[in-house]
């Protein structure tokens, strides 16, 4: 048996897609992904002054003191009666929150219109899986409904935008779950920051075997019903090196171009760089929402793009809820999702 080197195996990684037509591009010496540099096997270490990871909604806290302030008045005029009443409220909300809606993806069908697309990518579909957070409760169940949910869709290409990981326990998870998935212009994944926390060699071994390339800084060109355009995958800002030259090194200028990104925050950066779509995750959409109050929480570099669609300058921004994460959820369940590309103006 002929052994391949550390590049060679990653090339032979991401030319697993019988019949699709790609062509990947050199990286920077110090991409990860050639195999130059090992990747990280243990928690980065934290700068005790670097910001909050999360951040949380003052008026939910407005709300709770508000809450509690009803309770008192119904005790001093209604007794314990009401008390009970507002406590047997609150914990069927409880039990939908931690029960019911973390356990109950959904299955979003969302259409995006590009006046540039090419005539050859008009209604071409991508599949979208995010933050599937392995080893925290219902995240095991939720990604194989999605994985289901996606062999019967049959979209022409899969993107796994990152956060597999939830914890270290659930990494072995990756191969039985995701080696299923395939799709005619092939399945691709970028990091997330908890691939990172829970080591991001175990992560992507993992994708390999599940025959999932991992794209860190870094592009292909596909061709679908004769029409090129390129795919490119960025680091993690969180913990990782996201650098768009070696991300964009080889497209043609006025190419159509797709990124994958953990972190929908980089969009700024992203658009600057002439992408016309951006997926990402992150966020889960705040996990907890109510009218008028928006999400309770939101991620370091996913405060500004929290949920579903955006325009980003003359670039598209999609953010999925995801399908892990913790498992407490309100008005907020997890997804996975489909994309349309359309060609002509937004209707």
């Known amino acids: 048996m002929t052994m391949l080197s550390t590049p060679d195996r990653i090339d032979a990684a991401l030319d697993l897609v019988p019949g699709a037509e790609t062509e990947f591009t050199s990286i920077e010496d110090h991409s990860a992904l050639a195999g130059l540099l090992p990747l990280p096997t243990r928690r980065p270490k934290r700068n005790p002054l670097d910001p909050a990871h999360l951040v949380y909604a003052p008026a939910w806290f407005r709300l709770a003191a508000l809450a509690a302030g009803v309770g008192a008045l119904g005790l001093r005029r209604l007794g314990w009666p009401a008390v009970a009443g507002m406590g047997a409220i609150g914990a069927a909300g409880m039990f939908y929150a931690t029960r019911f ?35 925290l409760r219902y995240t095991e169940q939720n990604l194989a409904w999605a994985v289901e949910q996606l062999r019967r869709e049959q979209p022409e290409l899969i993107a796994v935008t990152g956060d597999l990981a939830g914890l270290k326990a659930g990494v072995p ?18 990091p997330g920051n908890h691939d990172y926390w829970e080591g991001l060699s175990d992560v992507q071994a993992a994708l390999g075997l599940a025959g999932i390339p991992l794209l860190m800084n870094r592009n292909l060109r596909l061709r679908w019903n004769g029409a090129d355009f390129w795919l490119a995958g960025i680091d993690d800002i969180f913990d990782g090196d996201p650098n768009f030259a070696a991300a964009c090194a080889g497209i043609p200028s006025q190419a159509f171009k797709l990124l994958l990104a953990h972190s929908p925050d980089i969009a700024v950066d992203a658009a600057g760089h002439g992408f016309a779509l951006q997926l990402s995750g992150h966020s889960h959409g705040g996990h907890l929402r109510l009218p008028q109050l928006g999400a309770f929480t939101h991620p370091r570099y996913g405060a500004r793009y929290v949920m579903g669609h955006y325009r980003v300058g003359s670039m598209q921004l999609y953010v999925s809820r995801g399908l ?20 002509g103006l937004a209707r």
């Open 101 to 135: 809606e973390p356990a109950s993806p959904t299955l979003e069908h969302v259409t995006l219109w590009f006046p540039e697309l090419p005539a050859g990518l008009d209604r071409l579909r991508i599949g979208q899986i995010t933050d599937p957070h392995l080893g």
């Open 173 to 190: 998870q990756i191969v039985p779950l995701l080696s299923p998935l395939r799709a005619p212009l092939g399945v691709y994944a970028v």
């Open 324 to 343: 892990g994460g913790a498992p407490l959820r309100l008005l907020c369940r997890p997804e996975v999702t489909i994309i349309t590309l359309r060609r």
